[in-house]
């Protein structure tokens, strides 16, 4: 992927939310700040605007000029922490944003003269905070604007993209739905539940809780589960699948995460090859003949 540096906005007063700690809030158990991060880790570096807290990577900290001065003025506060030719920014409220729309928006930059690109949501509209800049122009724009209005507190964001020539990618549908009030929290939660996503969802959590970076094919450890504890006993299904991370581990050890994952891969295919014999043996009982 082209390099790039991201920053990510976490302050503000989350009027809206009684004041609560929006970044800290958690969607499908992490954090929306960690969900965040967690779309841009292979940022050369990233930088958080907002309060210390802790994180599921290690970023850079730092705070606008006043607390509370606004977007534009913690995305100045931000962009004096990078180095790179790109800048990704994102604010830090977004559960459903997605590695494919980093991607878009770093690959639309890569047309010469474009000084940046920035999602639109469905209806059409600008998302300045689910963007990439190139950082010559977007430090230009802000040094002028804090030159023309004395500070960059207070400014609104349309101040600056106005001045910049960038491309608009569509967005996924939820890849800009942000988290402002409760009924948003309420919704992205139920959302994160639903049939069609929950496990993609809840191994994402645990891989993250677990601090561990493993593709493997979740298809091939519910089908062991499911022979397990069809062939065997239905306590077999946790168990076998715990053994087979085991082993995995074993094989894998001081190895890189794509052996890890063929390790899981062939543990799982032996252990779904014995499910199917016990099965078999069981089926034909243990009468003469019985291979």
């Given at each position: 992927?082209?390099?790039?540096d991201a920053?990510?906005?976490?302050g503000?007063?989350?009027?809206?939310?009684?004041?609560?700690?929006?970044?800290?809030?958690?969607v499908?158990?992490?954090?929306?700040?960690?969900?965040?991060?967690?779309?841009?880790?292979?940022?050369?570096?990233?930088?958080?605007?907002?309060g210390?807290?802790?994180?599921?990577?290690?970023v850079?900290?730092?705070?606008?000029?006043?607390?509370?001065?606004?977007?534009l003025?913690?995305?100045?506060?931000?962009a004096?922490?990078?180095?790179a030719?790109?800048?990704?920014?994102?604010?830090?409220d977004?559960?459903f944003?997605?590695e494919?729309?980093?991607?878009?928006?770093l690959?639309a930059?890569?047309?010469a003269?474009?000084?940046?690109?920035?999602?639109?949501?469905q209806?059409?509209?600008?998302?300045?905070?689910?963007?990439?800049?190139?950082a010559?122009?977007?430090?230009r724009?802000l040094?002028?604007?804090a030159?023309?209005?004395?500070?960059?507190?207070?400014?609104?964001?349309?101040?600056?993209?106005?001045?910049?020539d960038?491309a608009?990618?569509p967005?996924?549908?939820?890849?800009?739905?942000?988290?402002?009030?409760?009924?948003?929290?309420?919704a992205?939660?139920?959302?994160?539940r639903?049939?069609?996503?929950?496990?993609?969802?809840?191994?994402?959590?645990v891989k993250?809780e677990?601090?561990?970076?493993l593709?493997v094919?979740?298809?091939?450890?519910?089908?062991?589960?499911?022979?397990?504890?069809?062939?065997?006993?239905?306590p077999?299904?946790?168990?076998?699948?715990f053994?087979?991370g085991?082993?995995?581990?074993?094989?894998?050890?001081?190895?890189?995460?794509?052996?890890a994952?063929e390790?899981?891969?062939?543990?799982?295919?032996k252990?779904?090859a014995l499910?199917?014999?016990?099965?078999?043996?069981?089926?034909?009982?243990?009468g003469?003949?019985?291979?």
């Amino acid at each position: 992927m082209t390099a790039y540096d991201a920053i990510v906005l976490a302050g503000g007063a989350a009027k809206r939310l009684g004041g609560a700690d929006k970044p800290g809030l958690r969607v499908g158990g992490r954090a929306l700040l960690d969900r965040v991060l967690a779309v841009c880790a292979d940022a050369g570096s990233t930088v958080v605007v907002g309060g210390r807290r802790p994180t599921v990577r290690p970023v850079t900290w730092t705070r606008e000029v006043p607390e509370g001065g606004g977007p534009l003025a913690a995305l100045g506060a931000g962009a004096r922490h990078t180095v790179a030719e790109r800048v990704l920014v994102l604010s830090a409220d977004l559960p459903f944003l997605g590695e494919a729309t980093v991607r878009s928006l770093l690959a639309a930059v890569e047309p010469a003269g474009r000084e940046g690109a920035l999602c639109t949501d469905q209806d059409g509209r600008d998302q300045p905070l689910v963007a990439v800049y190139r950082a010559e122009p977007l430090r230009r724009e802000l040094a002028l604007l804090a030159t023309e209005h004395g500070s960059l507190a207070g400014l609104p964001l349309r101040l600056l993209t106005a001045e910049l020539d960038l491309a608009r990618v569509p967005a996924d549908p939820m890849a800009s739905f942000d988290c402002d009030t409760w009924e948003d929290i309420a919704a992205a939660r139920a959302r994160i539940r639903e049939h069609g996503t929950v496990l993609d969802e809840w191994i994402t959590a645990v891989k993250n809780e677990l601090g561990i970076e493993l593709d493997v094919d979740t298809g091939v450890l519910l089908d062991l589960a499911r022979d397990a504890a069809h062939g065997v006993a239905r306590p077999a299904a946790p168990l076998t699948t715990f053994l087979v991370g085991y082993a995995a581990a074993l094989a894998s050890s001081g190895k890189s995460p794509e052996d890890a994952a063929e390790a899981v891969a062939e543990a799982s295919r032996k252990a779904t090859a014995l499910a199917l014999r016990w099965e078999e043996e069981t089926a034909a009982g243990s009468g003469p003949g019985t291979p």
